[in-house]
Structures are given as C-alpha cells and as structure tokens.
Nanobody, 116 residues
C-alpha cells in the first residue's frame, strides 16, 4: 500500500501547459502500475493516461499528442505533462497506483482550471 500526494495543479490559460506530480510513500513503487484520472463537475471520473511497471504508456484519445505520462521510480513519482490545454481539460486530477495484487491507492486530487 502506498500513500499518494499530487501537486502542480492551478489556473492556466487555454493553450498553456502544466506539469502534475504525484509522489508516493511506501515500498515496491517500481512494481506498481500508475495512472492519472480526472473528474469534471457533474461527470464521472475518467482515465487520462496510464503507465505500466515496465514503462509502457497509454492515453485517452482526448489527450493523445498533448499529454505525456512518465514515472521516476527512484523518486517514487509519476508526472503528467499537459500541453495545449483546453477549456474542457478543467477537472480535478487524481493519481492512482495499483500494486501487483490489484490493490488500489488514490491521491487526494489536484485542481486544474483552464481559462479562456
């Protein structure tokens, strides 16, 4: 089990960039698969991007070419680089970690607001 803390959210103009960070405490971080989700007001939480323990990444269609997920096992961290932000990217972004036994941990979320 890991504890996750996200940071890096904020207010940005459309077309701008933000980099979200999620730092974990606990052991065996390198064995976890990691993901970023988001939840906009009145909508369900949705997958944004994920990276496996082996480093393979996949993305939701609505962020392909704009967002990049990465991980740094030495720092026990995962990052979400968000470029070309759109108004519809406004949401609370959550970090999720899944261990090899499918136990899931969530962070508390960080707000991203994109303005026109």
């Amino acid at each position: 089990q890991v504890q996750l803390v996200e940071s890096g959210g904020g207010l940005v103009q459309a077309g701008g960039s933000l980099r979200l960070s999620c730092v974990a405490s606990g052991s065996l971080f390198s064995m976890y698969s990691l993901a970023w989700y988001r939840q906009a007001p009145g909508k369900q939480r949705e997958l944004v991007a994920a990276v496996t323990s082996g480093g393979s990444a996949n993305y939701a269609d609505f962020v392909k070419g704009r967002f990049t997920i990465s991980r740094d096992n030495a720092k026990k961290a995962t990052f979400l680089q968000m470029n070309s932000l759109k108004l519809e990217d406004t949401a609370v972004y959550y970090c999720k970690a899944t261990n090899p036994f499918n136990y899931v941990s969530w962070g508390q979320g960080t707000q991203v607001t994109v303005s026109s």
